[in-house]
């Protein structure tokens, strides 16, 4: 068996399912980021994506189908249960620094006292992938089981969750109860996957 390679679709970093291959793109998980996997992917001409979460959404689709439970043909490329495609999760905290009275409040009240959400008085917390885009079970995500590479605190009111693909994005701000989508455009934020992470 070799060390690195691509079968059905499947990025295997020494046994592991690191990644997958999509569009002329490797889409990899940080964890198994190497000077060794970064050569290999070079050679076989793929861009890469290293992107969190990409390991745990693909163990998952293994035990589902390891479980009996039918995937359907949509998602047998990557082994994804049939759902929506999943798109990359921003998380957007405020910074350290701005009016405290700003902080964990609901919708209604930042209106109010402040205004509409600035993206000026955020920074972001997480940049990847988790194993939904269903809101509610991201808050949950991200309160009692934090992806690798999340830098924030548990979600609360006054956060951001930035749901976002090639087509798009569309924003979220965690409210007293559920979500509020609102208008939310960081200046010069490129569309990009994955972490910002140091080599």
Aim: proline content about 7%; some cysteine; charged content about 25%.
């Amino acid at each position: 068996m070799k060390n690195i390679e691509i079968r059905n679709g499947r990025v295997l970093y020494y046994g592991n399912e690191a990644g997958y291959v999509e569009n002329g793109r490797a889409v990899v998980d940080p964890i198994f980021q190497s000077d060794e996997l970064s050569d290999f992917l070079t050679k076989e001409k793929l861009e890469t994506l290293w992107t969190n979460g990409v390991y745990d959404r693909l163990t998952a689709a293994r035990e589902t189908t390891a479980a009996g439970a039918e995937v359907p043909a949509a998602g047998r490329a990557h082994g994804f249960p049939d759902r929506p495609p999943l798109k990359s999760c921003r998380i957007w905290q405020l910074k350290p620094d701005v009016d405290v009275r700003m902080k964990f409040v609901g919708y209604d009240e930042l209106l109010k006292n402040f205004g509409e959400p600035d993206p000026g008085n955020y920074q972001i917390a997480y940049d990847g992938q988790v194993e939904t885009n269903d809101l509610e079970e991201l808050y949950t995500k991200f309160n009692i089981d934090h992806p690798p590479g999340y830098e924030g605190h548990s979600l609360s009111m006054s956060d951001v969750v930035e749901l976002y693909d090639e087509t798009g994005s569309s924003f979220h701000y965690v409210d007293h109860f559920g979500f509020k989508e609102i208008g939310f455009d960081p200046p010069g934020q490129e569309m990009r996957q994955g972490p910002a992470l140091n080599p």
